[in-house]
């Protein structure tokens, strides 16, 4: 009995050890803080990139979710009374692996998005738009 408690013992101090010893790399970053109405994620293996978006306050976070020496990008359009969608900005978490930028109404101008209409929201890698890139809508009414 005693040895099956050893044996038990030390197979949870050594798979402790090897989660301990873990490369950064591996784990994926935490959301930024706050509670998200959408989230969606690049469209590659890996999901490199996710976007983050919380309509009251029209906050949008871009992070890089993956060791993968891509800079994820996403634009941000609203629709217009012509019934197109406009560009109103583009975001890019370009400071590597874990690293998060963020807009919101509270930056002003073009980050105050429109209530009551759709946004889109594009997400891709790299520094071209065709690469690994997904679209996303909403409507902001919040």
């Known amino acids: 009995m005693r040895t099956r408690i050893a044996a038990l013992a030390a197979a949870v101090l050594l798979a402790g050890g090897v989660l ?55 634009e941000v359009f609203s629709e217009g009374t012509d019934g197109l969608y406009h560009a109103r900005y583009i975001i890019t978490a370009s400071g590597g692996f874990a690293s998060c930028t963020g807009y919101s109404a509270s930056n002003g101008g073009v980050y105050d998005l429109p209530e009551g209409v759709e946004i889109l929201v594009e997400i891709w890698l790299g520094p071209d738009a065709g690469h690994d890139g997904t679209s996303h809508y909403f409507l902001n009414d919040h």
């Open 20 to 74: 301990a010893t873990a490369s950064p790399a591996s784990a994926a970053p935490a959301p930024p803080q706050g509670s998200w109405d959408h989230t969606w994620t690049t469209s590659d293996a890996a999901h490199g990139g996710t976007v983050y978006v919380e309509e009251h306050g029209d906050t949008v976070s871009l992070c890089d979710t993956a060791a993968d020496g891509y800079a994820p990008r996403a």
